[in-house]
């Protein structure tokens, strides 16, 4: 059996990842495709507790590196015990963040030694890399004033400066030359930026 395609939203806050992940599934699987949406950090019962560990606003300091090794541990648990196994069955995996997020907010936001992620990603996923990711681009201001506008509380990482959020999306304008990420202008319409990120699957693999 073909193994399935393992395709990746990233971008900052409020770029519209999740709104586009939910129609992008609806998409695929109106077209027969079998498909799971899932997230990180998160994604398995276990990956969604050490989601809430790292994005909850608690008292005690996480250290960069803590930081790191807390996302790679929810991956492994995630690539383990839903992505790989979805892949091998044929099943396609459309996830909201994955490595690209750890290189982008703890690698450039942080300031964390690129060694350290790039030598924990091929320990962690050596063998389930994306197929293809769709970097949906906002400038700054205005993904931060969508996801204030829809928020409810606010994250760890909701709490950093804007500084934070244009290293961060300086990152992403890096790796997005790489030729598996596609660049979605976020700023268009939301049904416009919907059939860029449908159209840039579907020239890959028409269903
Ligand atoms: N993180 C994660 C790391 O630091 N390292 C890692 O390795 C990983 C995996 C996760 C946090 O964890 C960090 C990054 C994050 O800070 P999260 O809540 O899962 O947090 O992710 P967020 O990006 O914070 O989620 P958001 O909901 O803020 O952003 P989305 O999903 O990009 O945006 P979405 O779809 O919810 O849209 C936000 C609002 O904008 C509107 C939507 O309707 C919604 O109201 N909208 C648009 N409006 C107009 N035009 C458009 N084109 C629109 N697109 C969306």
Redesign the pocket.
Known sequence: MARGRFITLE?I????????AAQLCERLRSRGVAVHAT???GGTPLAERIRALV?DRGDESIAPEAEVLL?FAARRLHVDNLIRPALERGEWVLC???TD??RA??GAGRGVASGLIESLAQAVHADVEPDLTLF?DVPVALGLS??A??RGTT?R??TEGHAFFERVRSRYLEIARETRVVRID?T???AA?VSAAIAAVESRWPT
């Not at 806050?13 to 586009?20: D, F, I, P, R």
């Open positions: 971008g806050e409020g770029a519209g990842k999740s709104t586009v997230r990180e950090p994005l996302m909201d963040r994955f997020a750890t907010y703890q949906l969508r996801a506008a829809r994250d990482f909701e976020a268009e319409p939301l930026v």
